[in-house]
């Protein structure tokens, strides 16, 4: 499967934003989805997964309640829905498939390239 993520861009403290990972491939609806994020100087971190079905969805501490997470197997598309942003927000955000829906980012076997995010305070 290959995945294209968009909707980053500049926002402001407080603001919102939403991604979204267009998957080609027949068996999208199969499999589970997650959102990572990479600030410079900083490892990849696990931001939010959702099962196949859209049934279960796992977020980071740091964004609970923030961050929602969506799917819609009709269109082959995931979203990462942005509140309240925080400067601390800002990184490289990327979509990954996996059979699980997992934290663990070694468990996903294919990834968007990336799309930047950047809050200002």
């Known amino acids: 499967v290959q995945l294209q993520a968009s909707g980053g861009g500049l926002a402001q403290a407080g603001g919102s934003l939403r991604l979204s990972c267009a998957a080609s491939?027949?068996?999208?609806?199969?499999?589970?989805m997650g959102w990572f994020r990479q600030a410079p100087g900083k490892e990849r971190e696990f931001v939010a997964s959702i099962s196949w079905s859209g049934g279960v969805a796992a977020y980071a501490d740091s964004v609970k309640f923030r961050f929602s997470i969506s799917r819609d197997n009709a269109k082959n598309t995931v979203y990462l829905h942005m509140n309240r942003l925080i400067p601390e927000d800002t990184a490289v955000y990327y979509c990954?498939?996996?059979?699980?829906?997992?934290?663990?980012?070694?468990?996903?076997?294919?990834w968007g390239q990336g799309t930047q995010v950047t809050v200002s305070s």
């Open positions: 491939g027949r068996t999208f609806r199969s499999y589970a």
């Open positions: 990954a498939h996996s059979q699980f829906s997992t934290r663990d980012p070694s468990l996903y076997d294919s």
